[in-house]
């Protein structure tokens, strides 16, 4: 089995100084990738959106002392090509699952730039929607690069919870049945920072290829999804607890 990937940092890029000291922080309990969310996709109009292009004027300073590769959402066609200038993974959101002039978009850049990407399953997709939307990236299904599918919890009317998803973990076996990069977020899968450890232990068991996890130095200072943030503390233990984990399985996997 390979390592896990990490991607760890805020939901949405605050300032400078925020991004700069998140990053250092989950560099040094084991991320392998930093979020760096400029755009953010709000239901509510009156929510923060995010820096916005401001913050590309960061990524140069952030890559130099953090050293991991950067991650941001794209929204709009027209922003892929300048965004994978700046950045090594490009994410195409829950809210963006089935917009389709996107996806090929960014799959036309990806194979170009060799940029990585990021698809989430909507809220509402059902696994063959979801894989659908992959088939629109058009990638080599041979040799497909750092195309990462990652769930992130579909909506359900009856779940108590803040954000009424429900993290769907049976996708991940099944969809590792056809692909080789399944990821996921227990942040948004659950909307609840006491819940993210355990879920993301349960992704492993599940076979999952890595994690994708809001974390934040003061979780109820964030300007975006305060709820389910983690501190970088409690991220290094999910860190720690899921390679305990993933050799677990490589041993018992072995016999």
């Known amino acids: 089995m390979k390592d896990l990937i990490y991607i760890a940092g805020p ?11 998140i990053g250092r922080a989950v560099k040094d309990v084991g991320a392998t990738h930093l979020r760096f969310m400029l755009y953010k996709p709000r239901t509510n109009p009156g929510s923060f959106q995010g820096v916005g292009d401001e913050g590309l004027g960061w990524t140069g300073e952030v890559r130099e002392n953090v050293g991991l590769p950067l991650v941001t959402e794209v929204l ?69 690069g750092e195309v990462y599918m990652c769930e992130r919890g579909v909506r359900s009317a009856t779940n108590p919870g803040p954000k009424g998803n429900i993290l769907d973990l049976s996708a991940v076996p099944l969809l590792n049945t056809v692909c080789h990069n399944v990821i996921v977020d227990p942040s948004h899968g659950t909307g609840k920072s006491s819940l993210v450890e355990r879920m993301s232990l349960a992704a492993v068991a599940a076979g999952a290829d890595g994690l994708e996890i809001e974390v934040h130095t003061n979780p ?8 389910q943030a983690i501190t970088p503390d409690e991220f290094g233990e999910v860190v720690r607890k899921c390679n305990i984990f993933r050799r677990a399985f490589e041993e018992a996997y072995r016999e």
């Open 220 to 227: 109820l200072k964030s300007k975006s999804d305060p709820y």
């Open 76 to 144: 709009d066609t027209r922003d892929v090509r300048k965004l994978a200038d700046y950045f090594d993974i490009l994410q195409i959101g829950s809210r963006n699952s089935q917009n389709f002039a996107l996806i090929k978009e960014v799959g036309n850049v990806a194979r170009e730039l060799g940029v990585g990407v990021i698809l989430k399953r909507g809220a509402s997709n059902t696994v063959d929607e979801w894989w659908g939307a992959y088939n629109y990236l058009e990638m080599d299904p041979v040799n497909p």
């Open 11 to 21: 939901c949405a890029v605050e300032s400078l100084d925020q991004i700069m000291s």
